[in-house]
């Protein structure tokens, strides 16, 4: 038995930001969906979950469901985007908040650098 989720008990969860990992956030940005009917809104929903998540229903023995939107390369595509993704050191950096102090370091080692290099000459 499945744990109950937030995620999982809401209607269209692929296209709500806070029910997705972080590094997928920026990629989730519909402020349009208000405007949309129920069938575009799922239809939209299980777009996000393939694109973005590269999440993809299966059958019970195990091989790719014929209702999944991307099939052969594309949804090879959508692997391969989401484990560039998970393997970007600076969006993991991004989303884990390690980068909050990006431009003070990056000033810091300019400066640094100006002043070794007005050491070197003289």
């Given at each position: 038995?499945?744990?109950?989720?937030?995620?999982?008990?809401?209607?269209?969860?692929?296209?709500?930001?806070?029910?997705?990992?972080?590094?997928?956030?920026?990629?989730?940005?519909?402020?349009?969906?208000?405007?949309?009917?129920?069938?575009?809104?799922?239809?939209?929903?299980?777009?996000?979950?393939?694109?973005?998540?590269?999440?993809?229903?299966?059958?019970?023995?195990?091989?790719?469901?014929?209702?999944?939107?991307?099939?052969?390369?594309?949804?090879?595509?959508?692997?391969?985007?989401?484990?560039?993704?998970?393997?970007?050191?600076?969006?993991?950096?991004?989303?884990n908040d390690m980068l909050?102090?990006?431009?003070?370091?990056?000033?810091?080692?300019?400066?640094?650098?100006?002043?070794?290099?007005?050491?070197?000459?003289?």
């Amino acid at each position: 038995m499945k744990k109950k989720t937030k995620r999982s008990s809401t209607k269209y969860p692929a296209l709500n930001k806070s029910l997705n990992l972080k590094i997928r956030s920026e990629l989730i940005d519909f402020d349009y969906v208000d405007k949309l009917s129920e069938e575009e809104k799922a239809w939209l929903n299980k777009f996000s979950e393939e694109y973005t998540n590269a999440s993809f229903k299966k059958n019970k023995d195990g091989s790719f469901s014929r209702k999944n939107l991307h099939k052969g390369s594309l949804r090879n595509d959508c692997y391969n985007r989401n484990n560039w993704r998970n393997n970007d050191v600076y969006g993991v950096s991004k989303a884990n908040d390690m980068l909050k102090d990006a431009k003070k370091m990056n000033n810091h080692l300019e400066e640094s650098s100006k002043q070794i290099a007005g050491l070197i000459r003289g």
